[in-house]
């Protein structure tokens, strides 16, 4: 794909005081994790038999994984619509996306109460096809491991360039007489180094077989992670029980996918002080609202061809819930419609979380909150409950930053400024106050 | 550009959305129907004979407690551990009597445990089948060295059966399984019908109950409601009910004669069947996205031969 100079290390240090903090948080997640594993499930946390699944499915696995779908919805953008314009967005894209996943499938790890019997996804007189479960699993691991590759020449590049400072670093460091003799490690590095010189350009050549791959598989399993919620037929309130639901499902993680590609970018751009690739976002933004109204139509269309539309305004604990998620998503898509809107990062990013929320919220509405087992049966997650989730979130804010620094992740802006007209991006680098970059021309490509 | 993007993204929202729509609308092509198999095995309790004398809860208990793993639950009054004191069922508890009173005058007995579906939610939902149905008994069965401990189960399960050990750290799905190990086997008749001193709970093959159930409704119509809750509920059950009350005051929920499961498994059936729309996707993603490429790449190598 010969794209490697597009990418670029964040220069900097990694152990920077939020690394500590964020780091404090993972180990009490982890602490609980702990316990969990020793004292059972019931000791952290607050599901019961009427509530079998909380936060851990709800937001780990089932928000989650569609927060994690920017790389699925920029790799859409970029292969399939052919925007090679936004190829410099997807390595972070699908960096996120690889965090958000590992870290479901760790977080199912917990959730499960017998881990241990796991294996049975791979034999195949296990298999249940009628399960929904069934198919969310297969294709989450596979997706998992579709990503890792996708992700792997950025490591590989980083290898072959390597002048291994770090683990020269580490052995000066060591007791002399439990360290490696030098001229044997660098042989060794030497052999890694040339490796990933063979592998990189092998890898490349096949590689759009497996990024395809991974735009089919989200496509099976965020579908599913709604069909899951199909048999729950007297549990669910009537508001989200549909037969679209797998339709609606695909949809949402679509909608938040872009959503949370363009709030990714903001974000790290304002941390790291890198100026904002407004272009590519309000590019972005503008599609968006297309997906929202399809989603839009279907849930209302749906609710009118099941009458339900008098349960959606009734104004109860369940239409509360159901009018914030819609409002949310609605008028977020709404001002994307206003083309300025697109043009400044500040409304990019205030529309793009709103649509977050509104998207998320359906997941928990549909998971969780329009969840009733029957009478008596309550669910708020416990302290313990909410740290572990907190605890995997901030791993995954640290396992990003990690990478960033280590691997060329993050669009090569000297390449992007030469692209465009040289003196505005270079101007626009040492603003900080001025957020909105002008609205150039489109790439060249 | 502008419009074209708009025009492609429709085209394959478009396309994407038709396929999932056709599934979505849940049409009854792919409705294989549910056989209901009247020779499979089951219970019919009568709450108007029970007395609630709870001798069928400690019957299974003494039964199954090595082969289900069943605890004693204490009182929260009893400090000294004598009594069992179950309010609800749990994984220690497979089976329960409740007394449900609306006054002084008008009270009923119910008994909870699995309703051994004929088309059961958790056998359908389960992903490594340690959930199963017996071919000739009927009996839903719970296989605890399979079971990965996902509760999807629970989710599934219309009745709120099947219960989790959350206290345990090796913890298991617990709920009735006719006593297919224990009593079934060695009596031939379940640990709680056998020990029933008030003849509320009959054993027998499901039609032989039905028949029953009629039979009663027939002859004493005052005493009961005209229902025999069971027979049709989620597909039909094997365990069937009659009562003086209304169920849904028992505790027992209302459910349509469709099974949960069968309305799941028609949306997922047409969705994968075969294996086809997946693979075609995957086929018609690639095509685009190697043709893609390909454009992109002349591009490139247009790009690079122009700058020098």
């Given at each position: 794909?010969?794209?490697?100079?597009?990418y670029?290390?964040?220069?900097?240090?990694?152990?920077?005081?939020?690394?500590?903090?964020?780091?404090?948080?993972?180990?009490?997640?982890?602490?609980?994790?702990?316990?969990?594993?020793?004292k059972?499930?019931?000791?952290?946390s607050?599901?019961?038999?009427?509530?079998?699944?909380?936060?851990?499915?709800?937001?780990?696995?089932?928000?989650?994984?569609?927060?994690?779908?920017?790389?699925?919805?920029v790799?859409?953008?970029?292969y399939?619509?052919?925007?090679m314009?936004?190829?410099?967005?997807?390595?972070?894209?699908?960096?996120?996306?690889?965090?958000?996943?590992?870290?479901?499938?760790?977080?199912?790890?917990?959730?499960?109460?017998?881990?241990?019997?796991?294996?049975?996804?791979?034999?195949?007189?296990?298999?249940?096809?009628?399960?929904?479960?069934?198919?969310?699993?297969?294709?989450?691991?596979?997706?998992?491991?579709?990503?890792?590759?996708?992700?792997?020449?950025?490591?590989?590049?980083?290898?072959?360039?390597?002048?291994?400072?770090?683990?020269?670093?580490?052995?000066?460091?060591?007791?002399?007489?439990?360290a490696?003799?030098?001229?044997?490690m660098?042989?060794?590095?030497?052999?890694?180094?040339l490796?990933?010189?063979?592998?990189?350009?092998?890898?490349?050549?096949?590689?759009?077989?497996?990024?395809?791959?991974?735009?089919?598989?989200?496509?099976?399993?965020?579908?599913?992670?709604?069909?899951?919620?199909?048999?729950?037929?007297?549990?669910?309130?009537?508001?989200?029980?549909?037969?679209?639901?797998?339709?609606?499902f695909?949809?949402?993680?679509?909608?938040?996918?872009?959503?949370?590609?363009?709030?990714?970018s903001?974000?790290?751009?304002?941390?790291?002080?890198?100026?904002?690739?407004i272009?590519?976002?309000?590019?972005?933004?503008?599609?968006?609202?297309?997906?929202?109204?399809?989603?839009?139509?279907?849930?209302?269309?749906?609710l009118?061809?099941?009458?339900?539309?008098?349960?959606?305004?009734?104004?109860?604990?369940?239409?509360?819930?159901?009018?914030?998620?819609f409002?949310?998503?609605?008028?977020g898509?709404?001002?994307?419609?206003?083309k300025?809107?697109?043009?400044?990062?500040?409304?990019?990013f205030?529309?793009?979380?709103?649509?977050?929320?509104?998207?998320?919220?359906?997941?928990?509405?549909?998971?969780?909150?329009?969840?009733?087992?029957?009478?008596?049966?309550?669910?708020?997650?416990?302290?313990?409950?909410?740290?572990?989730?907190?605890?995997?979130?901030?791993?995954?804010?640290?396992?990003?930053?990690?990478?960033?620094?280590?691997?060329?992740?993050?669009?090569?802006?000297?390449?992007?400024?030469?692209?465009?007209?040289?003196?505005?991006?270079?101007?626009?680098k040492g603003?900080?106050?001025?957020?909105?970059?002008?609205?150039?021309?489109?790439?060249?490509? | 550009?502008?419009?074209?993007?708009?025009?492609?993204?429709?085209?394959l929202?478009?396309?994407?959305g038709?396929?999932?729509?056709?599934?979505?609308?849940?049409?009854?092509l792919?409705?294989?129907?549910?056989?209901?198999?009247?020779?499979?095995?089951?219970?019919?309790?009568?709450?108007?004979?029970?007395?609630?004398?709870?001798?069928?809860?400690?019957?299974?208990?003494?039964?199954?407690?090595?082969?289900g793993?069943?605890?004693?639950?204490?009182?929260?009054?009893?400090?000294?551990?004598?009594?069992?004191?179950?309010?609800?069922l749990?994984?220690?508890?497979?089976?329960?009597?409740?007394?449900?009173?609306?006054?002084?005058?008008?009270?009923?007995y119910?008994?909870?445990?699995?309703?051994?579906?004929?088309?059961?939610?958790?056998?359908?939902?389960?992903?490594?089948?340690?959930?199963?149905?017996?071919?000739?008994?009927?009996?839903?069965?719970?296989?605890?060295?399979t079971?990965?401990?996902?509760?999807?189960?629970?989710?599934?399960?219309?009745?709120?059966?099947?219960?989790?050990?959350?206290?345990?750290?090796?913890?298991?799905?617990?709920?009735?399984?006719?006593?297919?190990?224990?009593?079934?086997?060695?009596?031939?008749?379940t640990a709680?019908?056998?020990?029933?001193?008030?003849?509320?709970?009959?054993?027998?093959?499901?039609?032989?109950?039905?028949?029953?159930?009629?039979?009663?409704?027939?002859?004493?119509?005052?005493?009961?409601v005209?229902?025999?809750?069971?027979?049709?509920?989620?597909?039909?059950?094997?365990?069937?009910?009659?009562?003086?009350?209304?169920?849904?005051?028992?505790?027992?929920?209302e459910?349509?004669?469709?099974?949960?499961?069968e309305?799941s498994?028609?949306?997922?059936?047409?969705?994968?069947k075969?294996?086809?729309?997946p693979?075609?996707?995957?086929?018609?993603?690639?095509?685009?996205?190697?043709?893609?490429?390909?454009?992109?790449?002349?591009?490139?190598?247009d790009?690079?031969?122009?700058?020098?």
């Amino acid at each position: 794909m010969g794209h490697s100079e597009e990418y670029k290390k964040l220069e900097g240090k990694i152990f920077t005081k939020s690394f500590f903090i964020l780091l404090s948080v993972v180990l009490l997640g982890f602490y609980f994790v702990g316990v969990r594993y020793v004292k059972g499930i019931g000791a952290v946390s607050n599901m019961s038999d009427g509530y079998p699944w909380g936060i851990w499915i709800t937001y780990d696995v089932a928000t989650g994984t569609a927060i994690a779908c920017g790389g699925y919805a920029v790799a859409i953008l970029v292969y399939i619509r052919n925007r090679m314009q936004y190829h410099p967005m997807i390595r972070s894209a699908i960096l996120t996306s690889m965090f958000g996943y590992g870290l479901a499938g760790f977080s199912v790890m917990v959730d499960l109460g017998r881990p241990w019997n796991a294996y049975n996804f791979f034999i195949p007189s296990k298999w249940q096809a009628n399960s929904a479960m069934f198919e969310v699993a297969l294709c989450v691991m596979a997706y998992s491991t579709v990503l890792i590759l996708e992700f792997l020449p950025a490591i590989l590049t980083s290898i072959e360039k390597s002048k291994w400072d770090r683990m020269n670093a580490i052995r000066n460091w060591l007791h002399p007489k439990i360290a490696p003799d030098k001229k044997t490690m660098e042989d060794k590095l030497e052999m890694v180094r040339l490796g990933a010189a063979w592998l990189n350009p092998r890898l490349n050549k096949v590689l759009i077989f497996f990024i395809v791959l991974g735009i089919t598989l989200p496509t099976m399993h965020q579908s599913s992670l709604g069909s899951l919620l199909l048999i729950a037929s007297t549990k669910l309130h009537p508001l989200w029980h549909t037969g679209f639901l797998p339709l609606l499902f695909l949809l949402n993680c679509v909608f938040i996918g872009y959503s949370i590609a363009i709030l990714e970018s903001i974000i790290s751009s304002y941390s790291f002080k890198r100026p904002f690739e407004i272009e590519e976002l309000s590019g972005l933004a503008g599609l968006i609202p297309f997906v929202t109204v399809i989603w839009l139509t279907v849930v209302i269309g749906d609710l009118a061809h099941r009458n339900q539309i008098s349960a959606a305004l009734k104004g109860d604990f369940y239409s509360g819930w159901f009018m914030t998620e819609f409002l949310l998503v609605a008028c977020g898509s709404l001002i994307l419609f206003v083309k300025k809107a697109r043009k400044s990062a500040r409304w990019l990013f205030i529309s793009a979380s709103m649509i977050v929320l509104g998207g998320a919220l359906y997941r928990f509405n549909v998971y969780l909150i329009g969840f009733n087992p029957g009478q008596g049966w309550k669910y708020f997650p416990s302290f313990a409950e909410v740290m572990i989730t907190v605890g995997i979130v901030a791993l995954e804010i640290l396992g990003y930053k990690v990478f960033v620094a280590l691997f060329p992740v993050l669009p090569n802006m000297d390449l992007h400024g030469a692209h465009k007209k040289k003196g505005h991006a270079k101007k626009h680098k040492g603003s900080e106050a001025d957020k909105t970059l002008p609205a150039g021309e489109a790439h060249a490509h | 550009m502008k419009k074209t993007s708009r025009r492609d993204f429709l085209k394959l929202a478009g396309a994407t959305g038709a396929g999932l729509l056709a599934c979505g609308a849940g049409n009854a092509l792919a409705n294989e129907g549910l056989q209901v198999n009247n020779d499979e095995l089951g219970m019919l309790y009568d709450a108007t004979k029970c007395v609630g004398c709870k001798a069928c809860m400690s019957a299974c208990k003494r039964v199954n407690s090595d082969y289900g793993s069943l605890s004693y639950e204490k009182a929260k009054f009893d400090e000294d551990g004598l009594w069992d004191a179950p309010s609800d069922l749990s994984g220690s508890t497979r089976t329960l009597i409740k007394l449900f009173k609306e006054s002084e005058k008008r009270w009923s007995y119910v008994k909870y445990s699995c309703m051994h579906c004929q088309k059961p939610s958790c056998v359908s939902v389960c992903p490594v089948s340690a959930m199963t149905k017996e071919k000739v008994s009927g009996i839903v069965d719970y296989n605890k060295n399979t079971c990965i401990g996902c509760r999807y189960c629970q989710i599934a399960c219309p009745y709120n059966i099947p219960k989790f050990q959350w206290e345990k750290a090796v913890p298991q799905i617990v709920k009735c399984d006719l006593c297919k190990a224990t009593n079934l086997r060695e009596k031939g008749i379940t640990a709680c019908a056998e020990t029933c001193p008030a003849g509320a709970i009959k054993f027998g093959k499901r039609k032989d109950l039905l028949e029953e159930a009629h039979q009663r409704l027939k002859d004493a119509p005052d005493k009961y409601v005209a229902h025999v809750y069971g027979e049709h509920e989620g597909g039909g059950t094997n365990h069937l009910y009659l009562a003086s009350m209304p169920f849904n005051k028992l505790g027992l929920p209302e459910i349509k004669p469709e099974a949960p499961a069968e309305f799941s498994e028609k949306i997922q059936h047409t969705i994968y069947k075969g294996f086809i729309a997946p693979v075609a996707l995957y086929s018609t993603l690639c095509f685009i996205a190697v043709k893609n490429m390909k454009k992109h790449q002349g591009h490139d190598d247009d790009h690079q031969k122009g700058g020098k």
